[in-house]
């Protein structure tokens, strides 16, 4: 997008003060404007048919059509960056969201509710940043065929004893679909956990474990404060905690401090790199940012296998690109690639 050139948003929402007052916050931005608002789904198609907009953000629950069906057919008839913005944490509003990440949704955001709310800048500058973000984004129309289910996937055979005690993830911007690719490959009887820390909005963290769940043979859960890992369960970190890893397994929960990133995909590999020095695996996915690049690094020095996501394979390729630029990975591969260097490390043959 040319660098003076205004972002401009569709939005879509069937509650008007929510819809104004979503707009009031984007457009506190100079670069952004809101050109048009949508009380359903209906109606947002009937306006794409006269607006092009460079971004739209998507309420979750809609009258005649909700958000998950709406981003279905606007993937399939005009390919446009969509970010779900709902400030509903309802076990159907959040299956729905991730249905809407399925059929093409980019991302999933908390709205901001007031200028009181003690979370109000954060949310702010979140939904700000995500909205530049993925006006950058180059969609295309989406294949909804899903990947043969996880249960049938055949377990794995008896194998070589593996030196890889563990496997951490990092993901941001595109991760959920990204990381439901390559779990759902993987048997129930992966013989080490995974441990997986995926930037998501707050209050979503459940519900997008409960959604990996699923298309995966493997457990996957928000783990609890000082709980030991097992294999073949997939640990997801919760809102707004830190996930570390201690001896024999051991998982902590952390508070993390004001404006940083929580929780972080540089404090889980680092103490990834700490616990198992180079038993382990690190793998960094589409995202933006540079979080986790310097806890790769860390990985790397201790002799761990370290990857990450091809540029032509990601949504966004900022994650990814720092932990090259300085080192950390060491090779650059798409997600089935990925999915079976994963395979092949709990086999005991990957990182050699």
């Known amino acids: 997008m040319q660098e003076n050139k205004l972002i401009k948003v569709l939005i879509v929402d069937d509650s008007t003060v929510a819809s104004r007052f979503l707009a009031h916050v984007i457009e506190s931005d100079p670069k952004i404007k809101v050109i048009g608002f949508a009380a359903d789904g209906?109606?947002?198609?009937?306006?794409?048919?006269?607006?092009?907009?460079?971004?739209?953000?998507?309420?979750?629950?809609?009258?005649?059509?909700?958000?998950?069906?709406?981003?279905?057919?606007?993937?399939?008839?005009?390919?446009?960056?969509?970010?779900?913005?709902?400030?509903?944490?309802?076990?159907?509003?959040?299956?729905?969201?991730?249905?809407?990440?399925?059929?093409?949704?980019?991302?999933?955001?908390?709205?901001?509710?007031?200028?009181?709310?003690?979370?109000?800048?954060?949310?702010?500058?979140?939904?700000?940043?995500?909205?530049k973000t993925v006006a950058e984004v180059k969609v295309v129309t989406r294949n909804h065929g899903r990947g043969s289910s996880s249960a049938g996937k055949a377990p794995l055979k008896a194998k070589e004893e593996t030196s890889i005690q563990a496997i951490g993830i990092g993901a941001s911007l595109g991760g959920p679909l990204a990381l439901e690719k390559i779990l759902s490959t993987l048997p129930a009887n992966f013989p080490v956990p995974l441990f997986i820390v995926q930037h998501?909005?707050?209050?979503?963290?459940e519900g997008f474990a409960k959604w990996l769940q699923k298309n995966s043979a493997l457990k996957i859960r928000l783990p609890q404060n000082e709980e030991t890992a097992k294999p073949g369960f997939v640990y997801v970190a919760p809102d707004n905690k830190h996930m570390v890893v201690g001896e024999k397994g051991k998982i902590f929960l952390k508070e993390g401090k004001e404006k940083?990133?929580?929780?972080?995909?540089?404090?889980?590999?680092?103490?990834?790199?700490?616990?198992?020095?180079r038993d382990v695996m690190g793998v960094i996915l589409t995202g933006m940012g540079r979080d986790g690049a310097q806890g790769l690094l860390e990985m790397r020095k201790s002799g761990a296998l370290t990857v990450s996501q091809?540029?032509?394979?990601?949504?966004?390729?900022?994650?990814?690109?720092?932990?090259?630029?300085?080192?950390?990975?060491?090779?650059?591969?798409?997600?089935?690639?990925?999915?079976?260097?994963?395979?092949k490390a709990a086999l005991g043959k990957g990182n050699g």
Do not use: H, W
């Open 260 to 277: 940083e990133i929580c929780p972080s995909v540089d404090r889980l590999f680092q103490s990834l790199s700490t616990t198992y020095k």
């Open 42 to 131: 209906e109606k947002a198609l009937d306006m794409l048919a006269y607006l092009t907009p460079d971004v739209i953000t998507m309420d979750i629950s809609m009258p005649r059509l909700d958000g998950f069906d709406t981003t279905e057919r606007i993937m399939r008839i005009k390919p446009i960056p969509i970010v779900m913005v709902s400030g509903l944490y309802a076990s159907n509003d959040l299956e729905a969201a991730f249905k809407a990440m399925e059929a093409g949704a980019l991302a999933i955001l908390s709205r901001p509710v007031s200028i009181e709310d003690p979370n109000y800048e954060k949310m702010a500058k979140s939904l700000i940043g995500t909205i």
């Open 200 to 205: 998501i909005s707050s209050g979503f963290a």
């Open 310 to 343: 091809s540029e032509d394979d990601c949504v966004m390729y900022s994650m990814p690109k720092a932990a090259v630029e300085i080192g950390a990975s060491q090779s650059s591969m798409n997600l089935d690639e990925i999915a079976a260097l994963i395979l």
